[in-house]
């Protein structure tokens, strides 16, 4: 792919990312221009669902104009888009809305191809494994009766494994032989198939049953190992490439706008939202925006920023960061910040950017996959001559081809290292770790001693009560009349109080109100 994008014209550099299935293109090269010059190697660009609502049917031909534009087509009271999946094209779409057009998009198209791909790993080993194991005691035991070790058994059970469970590999051949190169699909395809089609040919001409071994259980069991490797790199990359999707939906869809002269606040999508406007953040909701507080006092969790279990006491001209939480108290702020500039876009921008870059041992990896593969159908090519010409034993050779392709062909060289980029910062994200990029990644490797600035970062995340001095009567029973109080504050020093306290009957509490900044 990346070869096929730096020859077209408008392309000044192009990017794949085989652990996330990212492309980064830079250049002035359309996406319609981009998907036509893919198709012709077999690739095209992911695509997305979005609903446009508010516009009226003649709308339709603008949308087709759009760059990147699949379809577009109406569906009850909205027109339904099939777009590439493309930030800028979702941006230029939401600008034919009006003032009270909405757009309703798919949360993550990628999550759910995902998901499809690691179900469809999973059936296929499911479906091979049972054959493989057959086969490989068929060949190996004399535990089976004869009939069960025949040839022509062994054929019938390997023949839906090499062509329907080790279909993709086939498939990804073609197309990488059609785009004049060679990857790993080429020699799983060759290896597979030499194995099988050299067994089926001496069952079928008679010759298995005259004593020739036959290698069904070869091709099987490398169709299985390394159908398997694709599953376990797909559950890799479904469990961690949904860390940036966690990470934006912190940020709510809606935000409450207070405007001049207004009774109450009007809730509003959050991309309506400007700098300078004056929002309301109700107790318990999440920070929409960046901005500057202006009215009201409440405690903020920031944990998901700052890993501080303790929430941070808010007041007029303390500045707060989108999505964080809001404590008990009511806050209106001043929005200096929206879009792409706030705090959480750049942190999932990063985290992104972080999965999608290639580390300097990633990129040498490109590099040495893109000449292992015709290396080792050279060598698999010479080890047959060689037999040929100084053994006169074609069979023999055949079979010493067979195997340097089938050891070679499960090498994960241009796959193991972008899936550890994928994993390694997914999983960081996941624990509140960012890192900007998979170099980071590669020098932490060499990292033996970390010195932390302040103790927030160390603690278990929320606070505990570790000891109790009491100054008259019993320490069970002081710990009983503080936690009936507490049970009523939301404070995380209020809600550590009430789990020290022993589970006894819950005393009675009067005329409780909890002061902000104070207490109770």
Request: charged fraction near 20%; charge should be negative.
């Amino acid at each position: 792919m990346e070869r096929i994008l730096k020859h077209a014209d408008g392309v000044d550099a192009a990017s794949v990312n085989i652990g996330t299935h990212r492309l980064a293109v830079t250049g002035t090269l359309g996406l319609d221009a981009m998907a036509q010059a893919l198709s012709k190697g077999g690739f095209d660009l992911g695509t997305r669902t979005t609903r446009l609502h508010g516009l009226e049917a003649a709308a339709a031909d603008a949308l087709r104009a759009e760059d990147g534009v699949r379809e577009v087509t109406p569906v009850e009271d909205a027109l339904e888009v099939l777009h590439v999946d493309a930030p800028e094209v979702l941006e230029r779409l939401r600008e034919h809305l009006g003032a009270t057009g909405s757009a309703e998009t798919e949360a993550d198209p990628e999550a759910a191809r995902r998901a499809a791909e690691t179900r469809d790993w999973r059936l296929r080993v499911l479906l091979a494994a049972p054959s493989a194991l057959y086969l490989m005691l068929a060949s190996m035991t004399t535990w089976l009766p004869v009939q069960a070790r025949d040839s022509l058994a062994q054929l019938v059970v390997a023949l839906p494994v090499q062509f329907v469970v080790g279909w993709p590999f086939l498939i990804g051949a073609v197309a990488a032989l059609r785009r004049k190169s060679a990857d790993m699909n080429v020699l799983v395809a060759l290896g597979t198939l030499s194995a099988f089609l050299y067994s089926a040919w001496l069952t079928l001409t008679g010759a298995a049953a005259e004593g020739m071994p036959v290698y069904f259980d070869t091709s099987a069991m490398i169709v299985l190992l390394v159908a398997l490797g694709r599953w376990l790199e797909s559950r890799a990359r479904t469990a961690t490439g949904n860390a940036v999707t966690r990470l934006a939906q912190l940020e709510p869809e809606t935000a409450l706008l207070l405007e001049p002269g207004a009774a109450e606040a009007r809730s509003v999508p959050l991309r309506r939202v400007l700098l300078g406007d004056r929002l309301l953040v109700k107790p318990g909701a999440t920070v929409p925006t960046d901005g500057d507080v202006v009215a009201g006092e409440s405690a903020v969790d920031e944990s998901m920023l700052t890993g501080e279990s303790v929430p941070v006491a808010k007041q007029a001209g303390a500045a707060v960061t989108g999505g964080t939480t809001n404590g008990t108290g009511s806050l209106e702020i001043v929005v200096t910040a929206v879009g792409s500039q706030t705090t959480l876009r750049r942190i999932v921008d990063w985290v992104a950017k972080a999965q999608s870059g290639k580390a300097p041992v990633a990129r040498l990896a490109d590099r040495v996959a893109a000449v292992f593969v015709p290396i080792v159908l050279g060598i698999a090519l010479l080890t047959f001559l060689g037999w040929v010409v100084f053994a006169g034993d074609a069979q023999a050779g055949l079979i010493a081809a067979v195997a340097v392709l089938l050891i070679a062909c499960p090498c994960a060289l241009g796959l193991a290292t972008p899936t550890a980029i994928v994993v390694g910062t997914g999983r960081a994200a996941r624990r509140g770790i960012l890192l900007k990029g998979g170099e980071v990644l590669e020098r932490a490797a060499a990292v033996r001693t970390v010195v932390f600035d302040k103790t927030g970062t160390l603690t278990r995340g929320e606070p505990e009560i570790v000891d109790v001095v009491v100054l008259d009567g019993e320490r069970d029973d002081v710990l009983r009349h503080v936690a009936a109080v507490e049970r009523r504050s939301e404070h995380p020093l209020a809600a550590a109080v009430v789990r020290a306290a022993p589970p006894a009957g819950e005393l009675p509490v009067e005329d409780f109100r909890s002061v902000p900044g104070r207490g109770a």
